[in-house]
């Protein structure tokens, strides 16, 4: 059973618009959020994070939300640029039982010019 | 720059020859992973190292095995690869400072392909 769904496979969004990627959570334990960003061939390189404490986090032009009642999050870029295309991964973990984060399987995002 | 590494980046084994994967890490982090990574799915956790403790997750298959002879170096070892073992393989690091929890930082995989 997924603990972290990205249920949303690809996304295409027009370069300069606002692109959001979308992830939902049902372990109530997590209390804490990551994307990381893949290329291909590349492996995963970290993004962006929050704690549950928080319902925002901003870093440049990427921002993640965070509704815990929903169990629900997202990460936004505004504006979308051609290399932001790419594989992003959300990940939740318990911070204060152990080391493992737990993936979802992906949103491949494309930027079209 | 620091950096972890994965050797080799491309595997190729045949059904049932052991195969060793290597990981070394120059951010001196206390924490090591081992991932699989099917096409399409999210990276999967097979074992981790915090320091010298071994740490296996209850559904790894015991065909998979693991060794961190000391900080900087972690090797996966398939003890004998099926065609289903055919992934990437992610090595990742991160550094744990009490119950501060900080990213993982992973290195570029490697492809292993099972004839």
């Known amino acids: 059973d997924q603990q972290v769904k990205q249920n949303s496979p690809s996304l295409s969004v027009q370069e300069g618009r606002i692109s959001i990627l979308n992830c939902d959570y049902t372990?109530?334990?997590?209390?804490?959020f990551l994307w990381y960003k893949k290329y291909p061939a590349e492996g995963p390189t970290f993004l962006i994070s929050?704690?549950?404490?928080?319902d925002k986090n901003e870093d440049g032009r990427f921002t993640v939300f965070l509704n815990k009642s929903a169990k629900h999050l997202s990460l936004h870029i505004v504006p979308s640029q051609p290399g932001d295309s790419a594989v992003y991964f959300c990940?939740?973990?318990?911070?204060?039982?152990?080391?493992?984060?737990?993936f979802g399987k992906g949103t491949r995002l494309h930027i079209l010019p | 720059d620091a950096m972890v590494i994965q050797n080799p980046r491309y595997q190729v084994t045949q059904f049932g020859k052991p195969v060793t994967l290597s990981c070394s890490q120059t951010l001196n982090h206390n924490v090591m992973y081992w991932y699989q990574q099917k096409s399409s799915q999210a990276p999967k956790l097979l074992f981790h190292y915090y320091d010298k403790d071994f740490n296996n997750e209850a559904d790894t298959p015991d065909n998979f095995q693991s060794r961190r002879p000391n900080t900087s170096f972690c090797f996966l070892d398939i003890r004998s690869p099926g065609l289903g073992d055919a992934a990437m393989y992610l090595c990742?690091?991160?550094?744990?400072?009490?119950?501060?929890?900080?990213?993982?930082?992973f290195g570029p995989g490697t492809r292993l392909t099972v004839l």
């Open positions: 990940a939740a973990s318990a911070m204060n039982r152990d080391d493992k984060i737990i």
């Open positions: 929050i704690s549950s404490i928080k």
């Open positions: 990742a690091t991160s550094r744990k400072t009490g119950l501060l929890y900080n990213e993982q930082f």
């Open positions: 372990n109530s334990m997590f209390d804490y």
